[in-house]
C-alpha cells in the first residue's frame, strides 16, 4: 500500500469522499514522521488520523488504549473496511496470543491494538523490539491519552510508563489522541508522554449535530416519555443520579413498552456487562443509568442522552451528552432539571470529605452549569465559551435558539420572594415560600402564623410552576443560594441587595408552555436526517440485522446508519455508484455490494407507484 495516498486510502479502504477539518494535516504531519497530540471531540474524526498513516507507513502501527472492551469491536469494523487488524488483551486465550504475535512478526498486520499493560510486558516489548530492528514499527497511537492525568476520573498508572515508547524507539512518529479540553490535562500529557517536540491540533470542541434542551421539571416520567415518543426505536441513555432511581426507571420505562436495562455499579459484574453487551449489539435499547456507565461507550448510533437529575458540572454534562451522536447524524442532549436539583448538590459539596478549596471550586461548577440552564442565549455558545472557544453567531440547533425564551421585568416578582424569605427568617425551602406568596393557607402556613404576613397572597398573579422558575433564576444568577446544612432554606446573597432595594433591574425568562412549539418538533427534526426514504432504510436497517447477526458482531461494524441513509437517499444502481456512497469502500462494495443493490432495486419497483401515475408508463 506505500504508493497510496492517504486520500485514494480515504475512498478505497474507508470509502469517504474528504477529510474532515484537520485530518489530512494530522496525516500528512504522522506520515512524514512527525508527532502528535490532537484534542478533538468525541466523533471528530480521531481513529482515521492514525490509521491512514498507520497503512501509509511500512509496517504497522501498534494502537495503545485502555479501552479492552472495544478493541474487538474496532478491530471487526477495520476489518470489514479488508484492513489487516488485530488485538492483544487479557481476554485472549494464549493460543489466539501466539497466532497474533506471528502474524504481527511476520508482516501481516497493518495495526494492533494493545492494552497498556500488555505493551510494557518484557515479552511485548521485545516482540517490538525485533519489529523496530526491522523498521517495521509504523507508528504509536496512545488513544484516551488523558488517561496520563493523575487529576483525571480515568487515570491509568500504566499510561505514565508508556514514556518508555519515546526512549526506546525514538525514529517512531507518536500520536496521542483525546477528548478532553483543558489545558491543564494538554500539559500533563505532553509531560509524561515526552512529547515536547509533538505538534499540537486543536480542533472546535462544537458537536452540531446535537441539540441541547432544558426543560423545567414538573413530572419528569411524563416529560421523558413524550420525549422518548419522538426517538422511538432509537438506542439511548438516560441518566440519573441514584442506583434507586435508575431501577425504578428502568422498569417503568418497560411498563410503558420501552426495552430498558438498568446499568450502576451496586449491580453485579456479570450483569452490567450483559446490559453493556446488549446496549451494544441490539438496536434501540434505553440504557438507564448513573454515570458509572459511560467510559469507553464508543457506540456511535446513540441518538439521544437524557438527564433526568442536574450532573455536577458543565464538563460532566458536555462529556455525557457528548456520548450521543458519534456518527455525525442528528442526536440530542435533553435534560430536565428543577429547584430541588440544587440542593441535592450542594448538600453533596458540603458533606463531601473535600477541602474547602476544592469545595469552592465545585460550588462554582455547579452555578456555572445552574447559570447555563437559565440562560436565554444559545446554549451552544455559552457551552462553548465555557471552554474557551468563543462564536459569535447563534446555532440555530438548541431549544433557546429554535423558540427564543419570552423575556420579561421581573424586578417586582424578585423582590417579592426576597421579602418573602427574609420576613420568615431564610429558614425556608421554595415550596413553602411560594405557598406564602401565592396565599395558600395551609396547615404549615396557619401553624407558623405565615398568613398575617404582609407577603402573603401578593404573587398569586403567578402560577407555581412560574414561581418555581423565578426562585431557580434568582439561584442561577446567584442572587439566593440554598443552604443545604438548613436543608435547603434559601438565602440572600449579598448580590441581591441592589435589586431589593429596587437599584437595579432584573429581566427573567418566561416559563415554558407545556406543549411547545419545539416539543413537537422533536418529534421530526431530530428523527428523521438526510431526507431518505425510511421504507428503504428500513428493509436495509433489517438486511443489516441479519449480517451482523450471522457475524456475531454488532450493527454499526457491517454499516453505520448515516451509510444506510446515505443509501436510501441515493438509491445506487451500479457498482461504481454504489461506491460513490460515504462509507461504502472497495471491501464494502465486494462483500455486500451484490445484495445492497439487489434490496434497492427491489424497492425501486414498489416505489414509484407516483411516477407510474404521472407518466403512466407502468402499470401495476
Ligand atoms: P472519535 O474517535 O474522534 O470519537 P471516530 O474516529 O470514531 O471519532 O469517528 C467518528 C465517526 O466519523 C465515525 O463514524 C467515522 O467513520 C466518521 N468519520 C471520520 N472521519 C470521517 C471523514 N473524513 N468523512 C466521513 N466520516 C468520517
Ligand atoms: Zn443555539
Not at 11 to 36: K, M, N, T, W
Not at 64 to 85: F, N
Not at 466 to 475: K, P
Request: contains cysteine; charged residues 25%; glycine residues 8%.
Amino acid at each position: 500500500m506505500t504508493d497510496a495516498t492517504a486520500l485514494e486510502l480515504l475512498h478505497r479502504v474507508f470509502g469517504y469522499p474528504a477529510f474532515r477539518g484537520p485530518q489530512a494535516e494530522i496525516v500528512d504531519h504522522l506520515a512524514g514522521g512527525g508527532d502528535a497530540l490532537v484534542l478533538m471531540p468525541t466523533g471528530g474524526g480521531k481513529s482515521l488520523c492514525y490509521q491512514i498513516p498507520a497503512l501509509l507507513r511500512p509496517g504497522v502501527g501498534i494502537v495503545v488504549s485502555p479501552l479492552i472492551a472495544l478493541m474487538q469491536d474496532q478491530v471487526d469494523a477495520l476489518r470489514q473496511a479488508g484492513v489487516r487488524a488485530a488485538f492483544l488483551n487479557s481476554t485472549l486465550d494464549f493460543a489466539a496470543v501466539v497466532a497474533t504475535e506471528k502474524a504481527l512478526c511476520t508482516g501481516q498486520l497493518d495495526l494492533l491494538y494493545v492494552a497498556p499493560e500488555r505493551l510494557l510486558t518484557e515479552r511485548c516489548l521485545n516482540l517490538l523490539d525485533r519489529l523496530a530492528a526491522d523498521g517495521q514499527l509504523a507508528l504509536f497511537a496512545i488513544d484516551e491519552a488523558h488517561c496520563v492525568s493523575q487529576w483525571g476520573h480515568d487515570f491509568r498508572p500504566e499510561y505514565i510508563q508508556l514514556s518508555i515508547l519515546h526512549e526506546r524507539y525514538p525514529a517512531v512518529p507518536r500520536i496521542a489522541l483525546t477528548a478532553t479540553a483543558d489545558a491543564l490535562t494538554r500539559r500533563e500529557i505532553l509531560a509524561r508522554l515526552g512529547l515536547g517536540e509533538a505538534r499540537v491540533f486543536v480542533s472546535s470542541f462544537d458537536r452540531p449535530n446535537i441539540r441541547y434542551t432544558v426543560v423545567d421539571r414538573n413530572n419528569p416520567r411524563r416529560q421523558l416519555l413524550g420525549f422518548l415518543a419522538g426517538h422511538a426505536g432509537a438506542a439511548g441513555i438516560v441518566y440519573c443520579l441514584s442506583r434507586k432511581k435508575v431501577d425504578e426507571t428502568a422498569a417503568w420505562l418497560n411498563a410503558q413498552g420501552i426495552a430498558a436495562l438498568p446499568y450502576h455499579a451496586g449491580l453485579d459484574t456479570a450483569t452490567r456487562t450483559r446490559h453493556q453487551q446488549r446496549f451494544l449489539r441490539e438496536e434501540g435499547i434505553v440504557m438507564v443509568a448513573t454515570i458509572a456507565f459511560g467510559m469507553g461507550i464508543d457506540k456511535p448510533d446513540v441518538r439521544f442522552v437524557a438527564h433526568l437529575d442536574l450532573p455536577k458540572s458543565l464538563e460532566a454534562y458536555y462529556q455525557e451528552t457528548g456520548r450521543a451522536g458519534r456518527d455525525g447524524e442528528p442526536a440530542e442532549a435533553w435534560m430536565t432539571y428543577g429547584l430541588n436539583d440544587v440542593v441535592i448538590h450542594r448538600q453533596r459539596i458540603d458533606e463531601s470529605a473535600a477541602g474547602a478549596e476544592q469545595k469552592r471550586i465545585e460550588r462554582g461548577k455547579l452555578d456555572a452549569l445552574l447559570a447555563w440552564c437559565e440562560t436565554a442565549e444559545c446554549r451552544r455558545t455559552r457551552l462553548l465559551a465555557y471552554f474557551g472557544e468563543t462564536r459569535e453567531d447563534r446555532c440555530g440547533n438548541c431549544d433557546t435558539c429554535l423558540e427564543p425564551p419570552e423575556l420579561w421585568d421581573g424586578s417586582i416578582a424578585a423582590q417579592k420572594a426576597m421579602s418573602a424569605i427574609l420576613r420568615t427568617g431564610q429558614r425556608f425551602g421554595a415550596g413553602h415560600l411560594i405557598d406564602l406568596l401565592r396565599g395558600k393557607t395551609t396547615e404549615r402556613i396557619r401553624q407558623l402564623g405565615h398568613d398575617s404576613l404582609p407577603t402573603f397572597g401578593v404573587g398569586a398573579d403567578l402560577d407555581e410552576a412560574g414561581w418555581r422558575s423565578v426562585f431557580r433564576q434568582l439561584l442561577a444568577a446567584g442572587l439566593l443560594h440554598a443552604d443545604a446544612q438548613s436543608f435547603g432554606a434559601l438565602k440572600l446573597t449579598d448580590a441581591a441587595r441592589p435589586v431589593l432595594k429596587g437599584e437595579s433591574l432584573l429581566h427573567l425568562r418566561r416559563q415554558r408552555k407545556q406543549k411547545s412549539a419545539l416539543a413537537r418538533r422533536h418529534k421530526t427534526a431530530a428523527a428523521t436526517p438526510t431526507g431518505s426514504d425510511e421504507t428503504l432504510f428500513e428493509a436495509l436497517r433489517a438486511w443489516r440485522a441479519e449480517q451482523a447477526k450471522a457475524q456475531g458482531v454488532p450493527a454499526y461494524v457491517i454499516m453505520h446508519d448515516k451509510t444506510l441513509h446515505e443509501l436510501a437517499a441515493r438509491r445506487p444502481a451500479s457498482a461504481d455508484e454504489l461506491l460513490d456512497v460515504p462509507g461504502i469502500g472497495q471491501a464494502k462494495a465486494e462483500r455486500y455490494g451484490a445484495e445492497v443493490l439487489e434490496i434497492v432495486a427491489a424497492m425501486a419497483i414498489a416505489w414509484p407507484v407516483q411516477d407510474s401515475a404521472v407518466f403512466g408508463r407502468r402499470q401495476f
